[in-house]
């Protein structure tokens, strides 16, 4: 059974920083496109950042630039997204995708991964 685990949600305030992990079981998912997504209560879910199998190759969405990092770490099986300098509008509830191919020449949408994990909330208080 392939399993993704997000964790390192909370409550913080805006300014703040967190840090979430998401951890793969049940496959190697080292070669593995990766990527966040988040979800807002009565919004699509949308595409934070992603990260190619080597991570020389990252995407981020416009609303997270220059604020995320997403990094990976293909002995730990796991992602990772940085969250620095977080506003209000970065609440929502996080979560972690995987899949064999690699979105090219486009934004990712969450048909493009087959492999979701549960999803972590993040607030974020003004």
């Known amino acids: 059974q392939v399993q993704l685990v997000e964790s390192g949600g909370g409550l913080v305030q805006a300014g703040g920083s967190l840090r979430l992990s998401c951890a793969a079981s049940?496959?190697?998912?080292?070669?593995?496109?990766r990527a966040w997504f988040r979800q807002a209560p009565g919004k699509a879910r949308e595409f934070v950042a992603s990260?190619?199998?080597?991570?020389?190759?990252?995407y981020y969405g416009d609303s997270v630039k220059g604020r995320f990092t997403i990094s990976r770490d293909n002995v730990k099986n796991a992602v990772y997204l940085q969250m620095n300098s977080l506003k209000p509008e970065d609440t929502a509830v996080y979560y972690c995708a995987a899949d064999r191919e690699v979105v090219v020449g486009r934004i990712p949408i969450p048909s493009d991964f087959s492999s979701w994990g549960q999803g972590t909330q993040v607030t974020v208080s003004s």
């Open positions: 990260i190619n199998w080597s991570g020389g190759n990252k």
């Open positions: 049940g496959r190697t998912f080292s070669t593995y496109h």
